[in-house]
């Protein structure tokens, strides 16, 4: 079959292991810039070009849409799913996926763990709001952070209360989060693909850290998830709606706290920890997603 890849880059790791994965299942695979497309849209028609070229004939479409470019590249998405070529996220899946808040809202309205939240907007709420959510220290996310950066900790009301002046400040909107005490440090990633997990790690953060994202210094393990983590991961998966995912939990005396869904997961950091090859299970999902899709007429 002949395979889209939305990437900025042909050299990352994951968009050259996708690459190498196809190529070793027998498809054809072009990695499309999205930044190079350009969308022709009228009445009734919607038409693209990547380098003059008109972008047609594809049979399926993986989507890395990182997040400094997520509406362009989801205009961009939206174009193969308007003439039925399946994605491997959908775009309403990643937008869902890429607002902290709203994902955490959509969670909270199914049965899966998520740390205790809040979302405020006045100082004058503050002080509610961090009691809602168990008091200092208190996490303090920006809604569309990745990779660590805008996720901070509050050890003091007073720091609570500077912080969120700073950053409402600049028009940034935030929420208010449990601190769960018992992970510092540490969490779980696993990565789902076609409703099962077929890699997780845990995730420790460099000393004087608590962030556990690799691009923060952590370093991986592989692990074998517990029965209820391995469920929340799948679940959280569903409920965002994506394919393929890399879910955060965080490991509470409770159970699994699902802080994040990821819809563009990096595959360094977990082939590299589990010894999993994570591409070739995405090819084999892109594979189900064109046999299972109903007859089309190819454009
Ligand atoms: N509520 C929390 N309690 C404790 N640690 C947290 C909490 N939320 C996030 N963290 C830590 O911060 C890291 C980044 O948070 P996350 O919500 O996944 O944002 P990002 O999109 O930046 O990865 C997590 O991997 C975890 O180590
Ligand atoms: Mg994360």
Same mark, same amino acid.
């Given at each position: ?48 070009f990547? *380098?003059? #070229?008109?972008?047609?004939?594809f049979?399926?479409?993986i ?24 994605? #491997? ?7 869902r ?16 763990g998520i ?15 961090v009691?809602a &959510?168990?008091g #200092?220290?208190?996490?303090? *996310?920006?809604?569309q ?5 805008g ?9 609570v ?13 935030i ?11 540490r ?7 076609g ?18 994202n690799?691009?923060?210094g ?10 209820e ?12 709606g ?14 699994p706290? #699902? ?18 090859? &994570?591409a070739?299970? &995405? ?17």
């Open positions: 079959m002949r395979i889209a890849l939305l990437s900025r880059n042909p050299r990352l790791y994951s968009t050259s292991r996708l690459v190498e994965a196809a190529r070793a299942r027998g498809h054809t695979i072009e990695v499309i810039d999205p930044i190079g497309c350009v969308v022709v849209i009228g009445r009734n028609t919607q038409r693209m990547s *380098k003059n #070229v008109e972008v047609l004939g049979d399926v479409v989507p890395r849409i990182g997040a400094s470019i997520t509406d362009y590249g989801l205009a961009v998405l939206a174009y193969f799913q308007r003439h039925a070529v399946p994605c #491997v996220n959908s775009p309403l899946a990643i937008a996926s890429r607002d902290k808040l709203r994902a955490l809202q959509r969670l909270s309205a199914h049965d899966v740390p205790r939240t809040a979302i405020a907007r006045d100082p004058e709420a503050i002080r509610a709001a009691d &959510v168990g #200092v220290p208190v996490i303090i *996310k920006l809604l952070g990745t990779q660590g950066v996720v901070m900790i509050a050890d003091t009301a007073e720091g209360e500077s912080t969120l002046d700073t950053l409402w400040g600049l028009g940034q909107n929420i208010l989060q449990e601190f769960i005490a018992e992970s510092r440090g969490d779980l990633r696993a990565l789902v693909v409703g099962e997990v077929v890699g997780a790690m845990r995730r420790t953060a460099r000393d004087g850290e608590f962030r556990s690799l691009h923060r952590g370093a991986g393990q592989p692990v074998v998830l517990d029965e983590y391995r469920r929340a991961a799948i679940e959280a998966t569903r409920i965002i994506l394919d393929v995912a890399g879910v955060d939990m965080l490991e509470s005396k409770e159970g706290r #699902v802080i994040e869904v990821n819809s563009s997961p990096g595959l360094r950091g977990i082939e590299k920890a589990t010894g999993t090859d &994570v070739t299970h &995405v090819i084999a999902h892109a594979e189900r997603l064109v046999h299972e899709a109903p007859a089309r007429t190819r454009e």
